[in-house]
């Protein structure tokens, strides 16, 4: 009679274990499905031009110029003037992941890639710079994000091997702490 109950007990955890495989694999694949679908979404929506990148759509969600929602959001970024990016973790912020990722898309993963050796974090005139380079190769592959407090546009430039690609809202004038990284002026 134990040996009955003992194989009747392995058959049902088997199955257990078994079941509970499946139903893992199978949320993991529609995860992984999901996200490649957002990331053919995103990728759609970015517009080349002579090796400047503007979003179409920057803010995704809708938000009138005249807003102060969206410029009392990044107040915080006048606190991080002379720190470091990884002091504040300043590439894991909410609020500056999805700003980003709505101009660079899935290029994200990228600039975090080779967001290495960092500067402290500057604020001049409303606007908030922060940069760093890969390790090894700051010369030819480095990146910027500039961010104008007083209207909350956000700008990208990702250099690599001394090719530069530069991501704004196609409405947005980059300002000069964008062009001076562009042309190696910084």
């Given at each position: 009679?134990?040996s009955?109950?003992?194989?009747?007990?392995?058959?049902?955890?088997?199955?257990?274990?078994?079941?509970?495989?499946?139903?893992?694999q199978?949320?993991?694949?529609?995860?992984s499905?999901?996200?490649?679908?957002?990331?053919?979404?995103?990728?759609?929506?970015i517009?080349?031009?002579?090796?400047t990148?503007?979003?179409?759509?920057?803010?995704?969600?809708?938000?009138?110029?005249?807003?102060?929602?969206?410029?009392?959001?990044?107040?915080?970024?006048?606190?991080?003037?002379?720190?470091?990016?990884?002091?504040?973790?300043?590439?894991?912020?909410?609020?500056?992941?999805e700003?980003i990722?709505?101009?660079?898309?899935?290029?994200?993963?990228y600039?975090k890639?080779?967001?290495?050796?960092?500067?402290?974090?500057?604020?001049?005139?409303?606007?908030f710079?922060?940069?760093?380079?890969?390790?090894?190769?700051?010369?030819y592959?480095?990146?910027?994000?500039?961010?104008?407090?007083?209207?909350g546009?956000?700008?990208?430039?990702?250099?690599?091997?001394?090719?530069?690609?530069?991501?704004?809202?196609e409405?947005?004038?980059?300002?000069?702490?964008?062009?001076?990284?562009?042309?190696?002026?910084?």
């Amino acid at each position: 009679m134990k040996s009955l109950f003992l194989v009747i007990t392995a058959i049902f955890v088997f199955f257990e274990i078994s079941c509970t495989r499946n139903i893992n694999q199978d949320i993991a694949k529609k995860s992984s499905g999901d996200q490649n679908k957002l990331l053919k979404i995103d990728s759609t929506n970015i517009e080349y031009k002579i090796d400047t990148i503007q979003s179409k759509n920057a803010n995704k969600v809708p938000i009138k110029k005249d807003s102060t929602e969206r410029i009392l959001n990044l107040n915080f970024l006048k606190d991080y003037n002379g720190k470091y990016p990884y002091e504040v973790k300043l590439l894991e912020n909410r609020i500056i992941i999805e700003k980003i990722t709505n101009l660079i898309g899935d290029k994200f993963s990228y600039l975090k890639k080779i967001w290495n050796v960092e500067v402290p974090m500057e604020i001049n005139n409303d606007v908030f710079v922060a940069n760093a380079c890969k390790a090894h190769d700051c010369g030819y592959t480095n990146a910027i994000i500039v961010i104008k407090l007083d209207t909350g546009e956000f700008f990208v430039g990702i250099r690599t091997d001394n090719k530069v690609r530069t991501y704004y809202d196609e409405n947005s004038s980059p300002p000069k702490q964008l062009i001076d990284w562009a042309n190696n002026n910084f």
